[in-house]
């Protein structure tokens, strides 16, 4: 019988099929933030159980850390009791907690990678929607409220209806201006913003294959935002390259008998899927949202679109709404927008590569006057690296800010906010209304575009500068 | 929690698709650590325009939210699905819901009754014409009324609905199953990562 990735990795996962109900999916890593789990730890206790697994579970302080002063008490008293709370819940239950501060702190996404601890083949948990990010790996990673949060901590298991596959096939290679957030948003736009709903997604194709582990992660982690609940890529050299060495990573005899299992993680040849959408690679330019949702986006050569051209009313109405809010005309040029706020950052792009990217646009240039340019690295080791590096200080030197690791003002919880009516560029992942700050306006880009904007003052690519 | 098997009450039209959770409850309000209260941040921008659906007279006494396409999309915070209900809404009728909210809702109580795209314009014309009419949601029946006049279908799993009509404690329904999971702990990989 013929099977794809996906369905290799769940039927490993299967721990009982009850009649009549869906069946019963083992977690091998629940990853644990502050923001979804006081609630979870609260009626756990309340109901008298324990963590079944505290080995299979790690913590970290991400969503509403500040990202400045860092030696001060935080300062938000509901943060500061949250962040005590998750402190409190993991010295209780024997949960091991990179907390803020510590060297391995950073947002869970970027944290669980870089331990080893996202390995092909597992099955990855976390109460928060851009879980999809450890796909990358060829694990089958989801994000789950906080009700499932509990039912993690108490059994390991999660009860879950089995999604329907779907394949993303990218032809092609990426154009030398695009990254891998181009093309995630250029599939978005193809998929809709609901299109994936129901469905996990493999990601497939040569344009794929040819990315690094950083660009696979920016992909999968953009899965929800099509709908889908996960996205997954195929393991391959490239994935146990940057494997090996990893905290977690298997070691010696282990680590070949993982080799052996994780080459069997791939699709079998005839196998179908319940859909799927093909995206050509050498179409694609540097991606520019103009709207209050992801698959709301233009390429930077582009303008605002006619709502009129909109497939549906509905997405025509969707269309008008958002122009209103963002405070956009059809017909305008995308590098006529100017920017108030740059954000480089989040799960989505805030490693190494990243900043990497980032810098060497900014690299001996100025950032735009009046612009507000935020640098927050994902982890507080990718922190370090790009400090031994010396991005900080080229990011410094341009006029950028140079913050601590969080999440920052992708959502905006620990107070790095757009005001009323500001305009970002931001290497984020949402783009609704107030996402950044009430009545902030969000436009999603690349690391490259959004370092090529700071110093325009208006959305660019590098090669504009 | 407590089982639901038939909700009656006023709605309230929210129709745009795609209502993403952070419009639901903004990020600021994730900070609380309780799992009420959250009524009073539902939908808080759109809230500040007097001529949204919320303001309107009776809507503080609405139980079921009539919503378009994708309902919930975006982050997994269940503190949206506490929000609806601290608000007082019981179910949210819609063409789609979004995976991770329709899990949510099952799992805190709230009733996500999927109706086809045709359905969802025929109840809210009926209540565009009667914003008074009480509504009812039949979990059992698995229908949603406007008056006598409209019974539309809905959609919801066997299982889910089994699920919010008794207020299962869905971990103790897993435990039932304690020898499967230690039997399947048993034979994991050994490679596997672990923080022990």
Redesign the interface.
């Known amino acids: 019988m013929t099977a794809r990735l996906f369905d290799k990795v769940w039927d490993r996962h299967v721990?009982?099929s009850?009649d009549?109900?869906?069946p019963?999916l083992?977690i091998?890593?629940h990853l644990v933030h502050e923001?979804?789990s006081?609630?979870a730890f609260?009626a756990l206790v309340l109901?008298g159980?324990r963590v079944r697994r505290?080995?299979?579970?790690?913590a970290t302080m991400d969503?509403?850390v500040p990202t400045i002063g860092l030696d001060k008490p935080i300062a938000?008293p509901?943060?500061a009791?949250?962040i005590a709370?998750l402190r409190a819940n993991c010295a209780e239950h024997g949960i091991?907690l990179h907390a803020l501060g510590s060297p391995q702190q950073g947002i869970v996404h970027v944290i669980g990678p870089q331990l080893?601890?996202t390995?092909p083949g597992?099955t990855v948990v976390c109460?928060?929607?851009h879980?999809s990010t450890h796909g990358a790996f060829g694990a089958l990673a989801f994000?789950?409220?906080?009700?499932?949060v509990?039912?993690v901590l108490?059994?390991?298991?999660l009860?879950q209806?089995k999604?329907k596959a779907m394949a993303v096939t990218v032809a092609g290679d990426l154009p030398p201006e695009c990254t891998a957030k181009d093309l995630v948003l250029g599939i978005i736009r193809a998929l809709g913003?609901?299109g994936g709903?129901?469905s996990v997604i493999e990601y497939r194709g040569a344009a794929i294959r040819g990315l690094s582990m950083e660009g696979r992660m920016t992909v999968c982690n953009m899965s929800?935002e099509g709908?889908a609940?996960a996205g997954m890529i195929a393991p391959d050299d490239t994935t146990f390259g940057y494997l090996e060495g990893r905290k977690?990573?298997?070691k010696g005899a282990?680590?070949e008998?993982?080799l052996d299992?994780w080459r069997s993680l791939v699709t079998d040849e005839d196998a179908e899927f319940d859909k799927e959408i093909r995206v050509d690679a050498a179409g694609l330019r540097p991606a520019v949202t103009w709207g209050t949702?992801p698959a709301q986006s233009v390429t930077i050569d582009d303008v605002i679109p006619e709502p009129e051209t909109a497939a549906t009313p509905?997405?025509r109405?969707?269309a008008e709404?958002a122009l209103t809010y963002m405070n956009l005309k059809p017909g305008t040029a995308m590098r006529d927008i100017p920017v108030d706020t740059v954000f480089i950052g989040s799960c989505t792009n805030g490693r190494l590569e990243d900043l990497r990217a980032a810098a060497a646009v900014i690299r001996g240039r100025q950032v735009h006057a009046g612009v507000r340019a935020l640098v927050v690295p994902g982890s507080a080791l990718v922190k370090a690296q790009a400090e031994e590096e010396g991005l900080d200080q080229q990011f410094i030197a341009a006029g950028f800010e140079w913050r601590s690791a969080g999440c920052s003002m992708c959502?905006?919880?620990n107070g790095d906010i757009l005001s009323p009516g500001e305009r970002s560029a931001s290497t984020s992942n949402?783009n609704?209304?107030?996402?950044q700050g009430?009545?902030g306006r969000t436009h999603l880009v690349s690391p490259a575009v959004a370092a090529a904007t700071a110093v325009a003052g208006h959305f660019a690519v590098p090669a504009d500068l | 929690m407590s089982g639901v098997q038939r909700i009656a009450g006023r709605a309230v039209v929210v129709m745009r698709s795609d209502v993403d959770t952070d419009q639901i409850i903004p990020a600021a309000w994730l900070k609380m650590v309780e799992r009420t209260g959250f009524g009073a941040g539902l939908f808080e921008a759109w809230r500040k325009d007097p001529g949204f659906a919320l303001n309107q007279p009776g809507a503080d006494q609405a139980k079921v939210l009539l919503s378009g396409p994708n309902f919930g999309c975006g982050s997994s915070r269940e503190h949206a699905v506490w929000a609806l209900q601290d608000f007082g809404f019981e179910a949210v009728v819609a063409p789609s819901f979004a995976d991770i909210f329709r899990g949510n809702s099952i799992s805190a109580g709230l009733v996500p009754a999927q109706v086809t795209d045709d359905a969802a314009a025929r109840l809210a014309a009926a209540l565009a014409a009667n914003p008074d009419t009480e509504v009812v949601v039949d979990v059992v029946a698995r229908t949603v009324s406007v008056g006598a006049a409209l019974t539309e279908p809905f959609q919801l799993s066997d299982y889910a609905q089994w699920r919010l009509v008794e207020g299962l404690d869905d971990v103790a329904l897993t435990l039932r199953h304690e020898d499967e999971i230690a039997a399947y702990e048993r034979q994991r990989p050994e490679y596997l990562p672990s923080l022990a």
């Not at chain 1, 505290?54 to 790690?58: A, K, N, S, V």
């Not at chain 1, 609704?432 to 996402?435: A, H, I, T």
């Open positions: 721990v009982a009850p009549g109900e869906p019963l083992y091998d890593m923001v979804t006081p609630q609260e109901t159980r505290p080995d299979l579970t790690i969503h509403d938000d509901l943060a009791e949250q709370r091991t080893g601890l390995q597992m109460g928060d929607s879980t994000g789950i409220g906080t009700s499932e509990e039912h108490a059994t390991q298991t009860s209806a999604p913003v609901g709903a129901g929800i709908g609940r977690h990573a298997p282990a680590w008998r993982a299992e949702n509905a997405a109405q969707a709404r959502l905006g919880m949402r609704f209304e107030g996402r009430p009545g």
